[in-house]
């Protein structure tokens, strides 16, 4: 039976700073695997679902965000009716600072224009993909009031971390953040899913009691007043709450079955779309498991490394263990090792940047050295 679902994704959180890479953007326009930035996942995701209306929370620094999604043409939300919101501060007044009820308002607004039954709202720092049809099934066939997506990945999912613990049936008891001893594996993916009217009420009494600013596991608090269901999700899924885990997720993907897993399972992860001519390889060069994208020249070594497309790797340079993102260019005689560099970084000739696996080195965008 078809159920009609809308989405609203959460485009940044407060709680969670990847350093120089959220410095310039926002946490979800943060690019990753090589061609896609992280909201791809969780946007494909709710197309792949069947979810033609999809709102976009931001807070700042959402100029990239805004470039990216554009008219949300890559993920058919470009349409007459319903498609993508770019949901932004002060969406309803000429405030100059951003309170709780401007930012809760507009999510009020948006829900409003709908006629649809559910609401799934979706956190920015996870990839995974699947549809989200077997949790809404879940959802409506346990009676619950929200349900809300876990793994259990809880001892090792780093910071922030929320955990669930559930009682026999499977509702939420009791729900820590960054517990010293949990006493569950449990740990939320920050989706959930509840009436859209149901979350009308919700907001507009956090509105109503003064909150300050939306988060999704504020509502998953409310398991004493509503029933929630906790629904597992078992495939891939990859936490990016820190520069370290994000380090380690570029890294998983050169893992032939996380790469099948994240986009060969039979759902399709959608990006905008860049014409680049294909990758050159020089003589001089050397590669070997990597990811390499489009519209690159390399010329030196290659290991181990995730390429964005449009980099130049110049001769007798060695990259390895290493995230390089569009459009850098490493010079001469460099040797890189657990370095990620973001967009349009300038190495200079003879540099040797050697970081560590549990803490990389992060060159800022644009910057030269």
């Known amino acids: 039976?078809?159920?009609?679902?809308?989405?609203?994704?959460v485009a940044d959180n407060k709680k969670i700073t990847l350093?120089?890479?959220?410095?310039?953007?926002?946490?979800?326009?943060?690019?990753?695997?090589?061609?896609?930035?992280?909201?791809?996942?969780?946007?494909?995701?709710?197309v792949n679902t069947g979810i033609k209306n999809v709102g976009v929370l931001t807070y700042n620094k959402y100029k990239s965000l805004m470039d990216h999604l554009g008219t949300g043409s890559p993920w058919?939300?470009?349409?007459?009716?319903?498609?993508?919101?770019?949901?932004?501060?002060?969406?309803?007044?000429?405030?100059?600072?951003?309170?709780?009820?401007?930012?809760?308002?507009?999510?009020?607004?948006?829900?409003r224009t709908s006629r649809t039954d559910y609401v799934i709202v979706a956190s920015?720092?996870?990839?995974?993909?699947?549809?989200?049809?077997?949790?809404?099934?879940?959802h409506q066939e346990s009676g619950a009031d929200i349900s809300v997506m876990y793994n259990r990945d809880g001892n090792k999912a780093g910071s922030p971390c929320y955990i669930l613990d559930t009682d026999d049936d499977g509702f939420v008891c009791d729900m820590l953040y960054n517990p010293e001893k949990a006493t569950s594996n449990k740990c939320?993916?920050?989706?959930?899913?509840l009436r859209r009217d149901m979350m009308i009420d919700i907001i507009a009494k956090m509105m109503a009691h003064g909150t300050s600013h939306f988060g999704i596991h504020s509502i998953v608090k409310m398991f004493d007043e509503f029933k929630v269901h906790a629904y597992e999700y078992t495939g891939t899924a990859l936490r990016i709450n820190s520069v370290q885990t994000y380090f380690n997720a570029s890294m998983a993907l050169l893992d032939g079955n996380v790469r099948d897993n994240l986009f060969w399972s039979g759902e399709s992860v959608y990006t905008k779309i860049k014409d680049e001519a294909p990758t050159l390889y020089f003589e001089s060069s050397e590669v070997s498991n990597s990811m390499i994208s489009d519209?690159?020249?390399?010329?030196?070594?290659?290991?181990?490394?995730?390429?964005?497309?449009?980099?130049?790797?110049?001769?007798?340079?060695?990259?390895?263990?290493?995230?390089?993102?569009?459009g850098a260019h490493i010079s001469e005689n460099c040797n890189l090792e657990n370095v990620i560099l973001d967009k349009n970084a300038f190495v200079r000739p003879g540099v040797r940047l050697v970081g560590h696996p549990s803490y990389p080195i992060v060159i800022g965008k644009g910057a030269g050295i």
């Open 1 to 9: 039976m078809f159920t009609s679902v809308m989405g609203l994704i």
């Open 19 to 46: 350093g120089e890479l959220t410095s310039p953007r926002a946490l979800s326009a943060v690019p990753f695997a090589g061609r896609y930035r992280i909201v791809d996942f969780v946007l494909s995701n709710m």
């Open 76 to 111: 058919s939300l470009d349409r007459k009716n319903d498609g993508l919101h770019i949901l932004p501060p002060y969406v309803n007044s000429e405030a100059t600072n951003v309170s709780g009820d401007e930012e809760l308002a507009g999510i009020i607004d948006f829900l």
């Open 124 to 138: 920015s720092n996870v990839v995974l993909n699947s549809n989200f049809n077997a949790f809404i099934k879940s």
């Open 188 to 193: 939320s993916l920050g989706i959930i899913l």
């Open 295 to 326: 519209g690159c020249r390399i010329y030196g070594n290659v290991e181990n490394s995730i390429i964005f497309r449009g980099v130049t790797i110049s001769k007798n340079t060695t990259v390895k263990n290493c995230v390089i993102m569009q």
